[in-house]
């Protein structure tokens, strides 16, 4: 399939897997992936495996991410982690501003801008995320929540910082529900954001900006989905947490 951006699809484990349970996911994906060239992937466990993951991926065509960091760098900041440590282990991506941190953390887009910006300044591709509950769909308020997210998440980033961030759109009533928004549904949102980005940053940056998407991707819907002409990707979670599900969501998305 020719795409205009390459793709890029990422697994999101949450808060899920031991240790040696991530060294085997980790090395199951590394060895069904180890010929994909086609596609950027990456891995996003718990901070408490990163350290054994990042040994597994380093030398292969996988890449690291974490979940979250703080927006503010070294010092007095009782359990947070800061972009520096990710750094450490040689990760590349981090996901800010997950519906679920959205949710129960109260993360505001605010704060998702400040952490950001901190990931860019640290050397750290952001995966910001946005997406809208039922009931704004259902009242039919999908683009202007949509929107005052991206405005408000990606405040204050440079074009060449937008260029290197990677944007996630997932519906929140599609995550985990088994409910995948349609393609059609998933394309709509998706030009509305490249569109938004155009009008924020410029033309060139926002055909640059690749946009995931991400609620139930599973093997059987990737290809459809990853056809769309604005969708660049997938944020992948439950299907990411087994190692035949998450190589055929990339196998199936070439
Ligand atoms: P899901 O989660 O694939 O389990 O719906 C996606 C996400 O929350 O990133």
Redesign the pocket.
């Known amino acids: 399939m020719e795409k205009e951006r390459k793709l890029i699809i990422t697994g999101?484990w949450?808060m899920n897997k031991t240790v040696a349970e991530s060294l085997d996911l980790a090395n199951g994906l590394v060895r069904e992936l180890k010929d994909v060239t086609e596609v950027d992937i990456a891995v996003c466990p718990p901070f408490t495996a990163l350290g054994a993951v990042s040994e597994v991926v380093i030398d292969s065509n996988i890449r690291l991410g974490a979940q979250n960091m703080s927006e503010n760098g070294y010092g007095a900041h009782t359990g947070e982690i800061a972009a520096g440590m990710l750094k450490e282990f040689s990760a590349k991506y981090v996901i800010l501003g997950?519906?679920?941190r959205r949710q129960y953390q109260r993360e505001s887009d605010e704060l998702v801008a400040s952490k950001a910006k901190a990931a860019h300044e640290a050397g750290l591709k952001p995966i910001v995320?946005v997406g809208e509950q039922l009931e704004d769909r259902e009242g039919g308020r999908t683009e202007e929540v949509v929107g005052t997210q991206i405005r408000g998440s990606l405040a204050g980033l440079t074009t060449a910082q937008m260029e290197g961030t990677v944007v996630?759109y997932?519906p929140v009533w599609?995550?985990?529900?088994g409910k995948t928004a349609t393609s059609a549904q998933a394309q709509e949102v998706h030009a509305f954001i490249r569109n938004l980005l155009g009008d924020i940053f410029d033309e060139d940056t926002a055909r640059i900006v690749r946009i995931q998407y991400?609620?139930?991707?599973k093997p059987d819907n990737a290809r459809e989905l990853m056809g769309q002409a604005d969708v660049d990707g997938a944020?992948?979670?439950?299907?990411?947490l087994d190692v035949k599900n998450f190589s055929e969501i990339i196998l199936n998305s070439i």
């Open positions: 999101n949450k997950h519906s679920e995320c996630a997932e599609a995550i985990g529900t991400g609620g139930s991707v944020l992948v979670g439950g299907a990411s």
